[in-house]
């Protein structure tokens, strides 16, 4: 999953040309890279090989004017993509992922000072063991739990949707909220649709009620419909949705689509009802 990495390192004066990192990843891995609040660069894998593994990235070169006096922080936002399966006989599922190596470039020796991991909330003993270690991984929203049903987002802006997106790198978070009220004897599957409005290279990530239900990636393939089945969506009453728009380059992104449609009606033998599957709120694992 994301995994933001921060560094602090030493004064501006003589700190150096470029950035060089060695990074290990997966199959349609992306990883960004800013200095202090300004963007440097962007790297991304393959969909159709794994040649990204053990990348020695280019130099991402900064200016001066970049740097603040004093402590300078580099931000690493990185999704290696996961880890490989258990089927091959070189081991190459016990790859790590990651930065493997890094250089300040310059001719005065001055080199990073310390770095500093975000990984998911609570490491290895993450409280959510219904939705379980891989819904969700690094990013602040997740470890904020505001992916998670009764987050409170009364604090957040109102006026930006989705279809407005962002004109910059970066990733920006969308939250809502919406009732559904179909027949109990109605088998209606239900799908969210989305669609980018422009061609910038883009990620997406939909959790549903605190699930996990569509990664969408517009440089692997055409996986724009992300079904969801009754009982993590709740046709009888209040859903919660999240969703992360992550634009690579400056061109920024935005969709054009993102609608909850039927996949049709059906005559069926359906006559229980569907019971939402029992799982922690945000006050059960963050409060």
């Known amino acids: 999953m994301a995994c933001p990495a921060n560094t602090?390192?030493?004064?501006?004066?003589?700190?150096?040309?470029?950035?060089?990192?060695?990074?290990?990843?997966?199959?349609?891995?992306?990883?960004?890279?800013?200095?202090?609040?300004?963007?440097?660069?962007?790297?991304?894998?393959?969909?159709?090989?794994?040649?990204?593994?053990?990348?020695?990235?280019?130099?991402f070169n900064f200016t001066q004017d970049q740097l603040h006096d004093?402590?300078?922080?580099?931000?690493?936002?990185?999704?290696?993509?996961?880890?490989?399966?258990?089927?091959?006989?070189?081991?190459?599922?016990?790859?790590?992922?990651?930065?493997?190596?890094?250089?300040?470039?310059?001719?005065?020796?001055?080199?990073f000072d310390t770095w500093k991991v975000a990984g998911n909330f609570g490491g290895e003993n993450a409280p959510d063991t219904v939705r379980g270690p891989y819904n969700e991984g690094g990013w602040w929203f997740e470890r904020a739990g505001a992916h998670l049903p009764g987050f409170d987002a009364s604090l957040w802006?109102?006026?930006?949707?989705?279809?407005?997106?962002?004109?910059?790198?970066?990733?920006?978070?969308?939250?809502?909220?919406?009732?559904?009220?179909?027949?109990?004897?109605?088998?209606i599957p239900l799908a969210f649709d989305l669609e980018l409005d422009n061609a910038q290279p883009h990620r997406v990530l939909i959790y549903v009620n605190g699930w996990q239900f569509g990664r969408f990636i517009s440089s692997l393939g055409p996986q724009t419909s992300f079904p969801v089945p009754e009982g993590i969506l709740n046709h009888r009453?209040?859903?919660?949705?999240?969703?992360?728009?992550?634009?690579?380059?400056?061109?920024?992104?935005?969709l054009k689509k993102l609608e909850l449609n039927k996949r049709g009606t059906f005559s069926s033998s359906k006559t229980a009802t569907v019971s939402l599957v029992k799982a922690p709120n945000w006050k059960d694992l963050r409060a």
């Open 237 to 254: 009453g209040n859903n919660e949705v999240l969703v992360s728009l992550w634009a690579l380059n400056s061109g920024g992104a935005r």
């Open 70 to 111: 004093g402590d300078n922080v580099l931000t690493v936002i990185h999704d290696s993509t996961g880890m490989n399966q258990d089927y091959d006989i070189n081991d190459e599922h016990k790859t790590p992922r990651g930065i493997r190596g890094y250089r300040l470039l310059g001719d005065n020796g001055i080199d």
């Open 157 to 187: 802006n109102t006026s930006c949707t989705p279809y407005q997106g962002r004109l910059t790198p970066g990733v920006t978070v969308y939250r809502t909220s919406f009732s559904l009220n179909i027949p109990h004897d109605a088998d």
């Open 8 to 59: 602090g390192f030493m004064p501006a004066n003589g700190c150096g040309e470029a950035i060089l990192l060695e990074t290990q990843q997966a199959s349609n891995f992306l990883f960004k890279v800013f200095l202090n609040t300004h963007f440097l660069g962007s790297g991304q894998g393959s969909s159709h090989s794994q040649d990204g593994v053990d990348i020695l990235s280019p130099s």
